[in-house]
């Protein structure tokens, strides 16, 4: 069974940067697509951004476009959420999972969620 944690969030002022990691073990992440998503207090969770196998496509949520970017390194069974120009709305705990075939950005469409790394944005 793969374990899937996430590392690399904190307290951060806005329009800083942090780098979310997804680490893999147990598995190898290669036949899957990898999404991140995020849930603020009171909110459903939401899509943030997903790449494909081999990391050649991205998508993104229309909130972060421009300021995030998904990146995978499968040798090191990792993939990762590089977060710019962070803005308060941003805070949220941060997740990632992996599925099956093309990455979407429906929730519902992955399977084993990490245990989440909490990000906050400062006004």
């Known amino acids: 069974q793969v374990q899937l944690v996430e590392s690399g969030g904190g307290l951060v002022q806005a329009g800083g940067s942090l780098r979310l990691s997804c680490a893999a073990s147990?598995?190898?992440?290669?036949?899957?697509?990898m999404g991140w998503f995020r849930q603020a207090p009171g909110k459903e969770r939401e899509f943030v951004a997903a790449?494909?196998?081999?990391?050649?496509?991205?998508y993104y949520a229309d909130s972060v476009k421009g300021r995030f970017t998904v990146y995978r390194d499968n040798a090191k069974n990792t993939v990762y959420l590089q977060m710019n120009s962070l803005k308060p709305e941003d805070t949220a705990v941060y997740y990632c999972s992996h599925k099956r075939f093309s990455p979407t950005g429906r929730a519902q469409d992955y399977d084993v969620w990490g245990q989440g790394t909490q990000v906050t944005v400062s006004s």
């Open positions: 147990g598995r190898t992440l290669r036949p899957y697509a």
């Open positions: 790449v494909s196998q081999s990391g050649s496509t991205t």
